[in-house]
């Protein structure tokens, strides 16, 4: 019986001490994978950061593009507007000078005019110089010319004077024509001189606006090509983005697979334990049964008289504790569930339970488990992952985000209470604090349903 009972143990110890070979397989698959989501996800998020100047160069080369088709749009309206100027110019020139020909003309007949009524009055002024005379009675003597002929005289007289006064006047009026002649002359010459510095100037101008444009327009033809590029690169940088993020996600459904499968092999290897235990255990009773009932009988023999000792009290079954611990020490400051993201600024939901602490703080592990991830993440930025096992008939994982850094390595067994990294503020953060996650069997689970 003894032997029997010491082959049983054996056997039980056999198998409790007995690791699976998959078991350290799967853990270096794990770690491999891990280290590969963690390469993946650092491509993609320099993917992403590429993409996003890749965008913003294009949209600034939109822009500087619109606004220089824009200033080349002005530009050449100014340049089709000092045409026109120029065009309007010219036919003022023209006219101008069409003016100034006929003014000139106006002043030369004018200064003909009166040099020729000059010529006229010289000739009246002489003629009555000659006929006009105060030796009248003397003619009178000589002549024998009578009082009648003498009025005649007098009245012929008279007659040239009033000519010789309608041809000054008509000299005066030719004089003033031609003076209101030659100022209109130097009113066109200072016009037409105006007119022509106006010109040059609207010359020069077109010759700068035509430079601009086409300085303008080689602007432009560049922005285009540096347009192209940009859009050629964001192109590319998304079509990797979008590489490295399908390729990301199918390493996840593996790495979520094989988690899975983690926990198949968990819970068959717990099954054949369990099975084990109970053979154990009904071989146990039957030589502990067997062993009673030969002491019963030899106690019986010697005091059939002893009375049989009193039942234990029932004792009450005390309620469960938390599994777990705080990771450190700091009150709830975001809880599980839809939140506005402050860094994001949009709807999303906040996978876990943040705990206010200063940069630095010791964390510590939540419970007794196995290191299974640790890498960088642009959103968590420093992530762990401890497995916890079963704990209470699940299995338990919890994650810690936003470390300035950890201080144990994949694959390593902690205690609960150990140091395993220190509070921090990588990734999306606004401030050190601890992001705690658990998964309860693969699920992320909001942590205070299960003691936090």
Same mark, same amino acid.
């Given at each position: ?27 270096? &698959?794990?770690?491999?994978?891990? #280290? ?11 993917? +992403? ?10 949209? #600034? ?16 309206? #100014? ?21 100034? %020909? ?22 009246? =002024?002489?003629? *009555? ?15 024998? +010319? ?11 007289? *008279? ?29 066109? $010459? ?10 040059? /100037? ?13 300085? %303008? ?6 922005? =285009? @090509?540096?347009?192209?590029?940009? $859009? ?6 998304? %079509? ?29 290897? @717990? ?13 146990? /009773? ?25 039942? !234990? /009290? ?27 993201? !402050? ?7 906040? &996978? ?45 994982? +919890? ?8 201080? =144990? ?44």
């Amino acid at each position: 019986m003894r032997r029997f009972t010491a082959g049983v143990a054996a056997l039980a110890l056999g198998l409790t001490l007995a690791v699976p070979a998959w078991a350290d397989d799967l853990d270096n &698959d794990r770690e491999r994978i891990a #280290q590969s989501l963690t390469a993946a996800q650092e491509r993609l998020d320099a993917d +992403t950061k590429s993409l996003a100047n890749a965008t913003s160069a294009l949209q #600034q080369s939109r822009g500087e593009l619109e606004s220089a088709r824009e200033q080349l749009a002005q530009t050449q309206r #100014q340049l089709e507007q000092a045409q026109a100027d120029d065009k309007s110019a010219a036919a003022r020139l023209a006219q101008a000078q069409n003016d100034l %020909e006929e003014a000139k003309a106006a002043v030369a007949e004018g200064e003909r005019h009166v040099a020729a009524q000059k010529l006229e009055v010289g000739n009246v =002024v002489r003629t *009555q110089y000659q006929q006009k005379t105060n030796m009248v009675g003397i003619g009178m003597v000589v002549t024998g +010319t009578d009082t009648g002929d003498i009025n005649n005289r007098v009245q012929w007289s *008279q007659t040239l004077f009033d000519a010789t006064q309608a041809e000054l006047e008509k000299l005066e009026e030719l004089q003033a024509q031609l003076v209101a002649a030659q100022q209109r002359q130097a009113q066109i $010459e200072e016009q037409m001189a105006a007119e022509r510095a106006a010109a040059a /100037a609207n010359l020069e101008e077109r010759k700068n606006l035509a430079a601009r444009a086409v300085e %303008e327009e080689q602007a432009v033809a560049l922005l =285009v @090509e540096t347009n192209a590029s940009a $859009e050629l690169v964001a192109a590319q940088q998304l %079509e990797a983005s979008q590489n490295h993020a399908t390729a990301l996600s199918a390493e996840q459904k593996d790495v979520e697979a094989r988690i899975v499968e983690r926990l198949r092999q968990q819970q068959e290897e @717990e099954a054949r334990r369990a099975e084990t235990e109970r053979i154990n255990r009904e071989n146990r /009773a039957a030589e502990e049964k067997t062993q009673a009932a030969l002491e019963q009988a030899d106690q019986a023999r010697s005091n059939a008289q002893a009375p049989a000792p009193a039942a !234990p /009290a029932p004792k009450q079954a005390a309620a469960p504790a938390s599994p777990f611990i705080k990771p450190v020490n700091g009150r709830v400051t975001s809880r599980y569930g839809m939140r506005l993201h !402050p860094v994001l600024k949009v709807w999303k939901l906040h &996978d876990g339970t943040d705990y206010g602490a200063s940069c630095n703080t010791p964390l510590r592990a939540a419970a007794d488990g196995v290191v299974t991830e640790r890498y960088y993440n642009a959103g968590y930025g420093n992530r762990l992952m401890i497995d916890h096992g079963r704990i209470n008939g699940k299995f338990m994982t +919890t994650g810690y985000n936003h470390a300035t850094h950890y201080t =144990v390595k994949v694959g390593q067994r902690v205690k609960q209470g150990d140091v395993i990294g220190y509070v921090g503020s990588t990734g999306y953060s606004t401030g050190c604090h601890l992001h705690l996650m658990v998964w309860v069997n693969g699920k992320v689970t909001n942590p205070q349903t299960v003691g936090f």
